[in-house]
């Protein structure tokens, strides 16, 4: 199960790799085609940047998320018992996980629902912003499966459980 785990995030890692490389590409043809003489101006590479930069952002902060890579206060929590520090993990584990259910799991579902049932359409590349609002709610389904993953490593209750230096 775990080799399965492991692959489904390393695709997840390649996807996102993958959009930051097309970001980067799409960027370069932007500029390449507003400054050099004799090409038209590319239309879409504004539009599309900004779309591939809110896929790769919500996708790599669940990433990040995933390795402990984002701020917190561990100079208080380092402070306290092991008793006291497990329960500060699983109480900030599970408000990740109620937050990125609610807020992007539940409410990226319904953005996404009522901009396809709108059929609201971007302005240059005309497709249906629906899907590409998407990134949200799956986004949210990356947190909340990496939130449980972090509350199943913790250790059963009267362990040492360390806290990650930054």
Same mark, same amino acid.
């Given at each position: 199960?775990? /080799?399965?785990?492991?692959?489904?995030?390393?695709?997840? #890692?390649?996807?996102?790799?993958?959009?930051?490389?097309?970001?980067? $590409?799409?960027?370069?043809?932007?500029?390449? /085609?507003?400054?050099?003489?004799?090409?038209?101006?590319?239309?879409?590479?504004?539009?599309?940047?900004?779309?591939?930069?809110?896929?790769?952002?919500?996708?790599?902060?669940?990433?990040?998320?995933?390795?402990?890579?984002?701020?917190?206060?561990?100079?208080?929590?380092?402070?306290?018992?092991?008793?006291?520090?497990?329960?500060? %993990?699983?109480?900030? #584990?599970?408000? $990740?996980?109620?937050? %990125?259910?609610?807020?992007?799991?539940?409410?990226?579902?319904?953005?996404?629902?009522?901009?396809?049932?709108?059929?609201?359409?971007?302005?240059?590349?005309?497709?249906?912003?629906?899907?590409?609002?998407?990134?949200?709610?799956? /986004?949210?389904?990356?947190?909340?499966?990496?939130?449980? #993953?972090?509350?199943?490593?913790? #250790?059963?209750?009267?362990?040492?459980?360390?806290?990650?230096?930054?």
């Amino acid at each position: 199960m775990a /080799s399965l785990w492991n692959r489904i995030v390393r695709a997840l #890692e390649l996807f996102t790799i993958g959009l930051f490389a097309l970001l980067v $590409v799409n960027v370069l043809w932007g500029v390449v /085609s507003r400054y050099v003489p004799g090409i038209r101006p590319s239309d879409f590479t504004e539009e599309l940047a900004v779309h591939l930069l809110v896929w790769v952002s919500l996708f790599g902060a669940a990433l990040t998320y995933r390795e402990y890579g984002h701020l917190g206060v561990d100079y208080f929590v380092a402070k306290l018992d092991p008793a006291a520090q497990r329960v500060v %993990a699983v109480v900030i #584990e599970l408000a $990740v996980l109620l937050f %990125a259910g609610f807020a992007l799991g539940h409410g990226g579902w319904r953005l996404v629902a009522d901009t396809l049932a709108a059929n609201q359409l971007t302005p240059v590349l005309q497709w249906k912003i629906g899907y590409l609002y998407a990134a949200v709610p799956l /986004s949210g389904a990356c947190f909340c499966a990496f939130a449980l #993953e972090h509350l199943l490593k913790l #250790e059963p209750a009267g362990a040492h459980t360390p806290v990650k230096d930054v």
